[in-house]
């Protein structure tokens, strides 16, 4: 599939090509796939399962806002893989890099983000949705500091942007990086991912939920 995906989109590709390029028969190819699309979809899922681990595996660096040892991760992962970065490389490409970002922001959201606000709230106890639960009798689902109220909504919102913009700003430069050629080394776009994201830490967290609590008490006066 994948020598075919290089020269043609997956809706051109037939059952009949497949098995003829792979030298083996129909029976063989259904019964391990019901078509050319679950296929496809099976090396889609192998991917995002592969870029999910990655990212839990370095959940706590990234608690501490240490993207680095993740990002090395991901250019290593490709390296002798041909066939991993064949199946990047094709016309369905983009779908697949769509998938990896929202697979990357997800993990973010249910493990760094909770953690983040930990150290936001004086580590009192959060909850599975990310925002800081609140220990006393008053019922409430905000967590009040000096110097904001967490609560879910607000705590989702800034989770989703900026896990999204990070796993973006990661996935976008390994693309470019295959469009180029791969003529940089692992290193240097490490080196140079990392600086482009390193201001997407814990304290950017913070202040972005200033802003939004800033922002949605604004709009409350009017």
Same mark, same amino acid.
């Given at each position: 599939?994948?020598?075919?995906?290089?020269?043609?989109?997956?809706?051109?590709?037939?059952?009949?090509?497949?098995?003829?390029?792979?030298?083996?028969?129909?029976?063989?190819?259904?019964?391990?796939?019901?078509?050319?699309?679950?296929?496809?979809?099976?090396?889609?899922?192998?991917?995002?399962?592969?870029?999910?681990?990655?990212?839990?595996?370095?959940?706590?660096?990234?608690?501490?806002?240490?993207?680095?040892?993740?990002?090395?991760?991901?250019?290593?992962?490709?390296?002798?893989?041909?066939?991993?970065?064949?199946?990047?490389?094709?016309?369905? $490409?983009?779908?697949?890099? &769509?998938?990896?970002? +929202? %697979?990357?922001?997800?993990?973010? !959201?249910? @493990?760094?983000?909770?953690?983040?606000?930990?150290?936001?709230?004086?580590?009192?106890?959060? $909850?599975?949705?990310?925002? &800081?639960?609140?220990? +006393? %009798?008053?019922?409430?689902?905000? !967590?009040? @500091?000096?110097?904001?109220?967490?609560?879910?909504?607000?705590?989702?919102?800034?989770?989703?942007?900026?896990?999204?913009?990070?796993?973006?700003?990661?996935?976008?430069?390994?693309?470019?990086?295959?469009?180029?050629?791969?003529?940089?080394?692992?290193?240097?776009?490490?080196?140079?991912?990392?600086?482009?994201?390193?201001?997407?830490?814990?304290?950017?967290?913070?202040?972005?939920?200033?802003?939004?609590?800033?922002?949605?008490?604004?709009?409350?006066?009017?």
């Amino acid at each position: 599939m994948l020598r075919l995906l290089a020269d043609k989109p997956l809706n051109r590709i037939t059952v009949t090509e497949l098995t003829e390029l792979a030298d083996v028969n129909r029976v063989t190819f259904y019964a391990h796939y019901h078509d050319v699309y679950d296929m496809f979809d099976q090396l889609r899922l192998d991917l995002i399962e592969m870029y999910t681990g990655m990212t839990y595996r370095h959940t706590q660096e990234m608690c501490n806002g240490d993207y680095r040892p993740f990002i090395r991760e991901v250019y290593m992962s490709l390296d002798g893989r041909e066939q991993l970065l064949s199946l990047l490389s094709t016309p369905s $490409g983009g779908n697949l890099y &769509a998938d990896i970002i +929202d %697979a990357i922001s997800k993990v973010c !959201t249910e @493990t760094v983000a909770p953690q983040i606000i930990l150290g936001i709230t004086g580590g009192r106890a959060i $909850g599975n949705d990310g925002a &800081a639960a609140t220990d +006393d %009798a008053s019922g409430t689902d905000e !967590t009040t @500091t000096d110097q904001m109220t967490v609560d879910p909504t607000m705590a989702k919102t800034i989770s989703d942007y900026q896990f999204g913009y990070i796993a973006g700003g990661v996935v976008n430069m390994l693309k470019d990086w295959f469009r180029r050629g791969r003529r940089e080394s692992i290193e240097l776009m490490v080196g140079m991912t990392s600086n482009l994201i390193s201001h997407s830490g814990p304290e950017v967290y913070r202040e972005n939920l200033q802003l939004l609590g800033e922002t949605t008490e604004t709009a409350g006066t009017h």
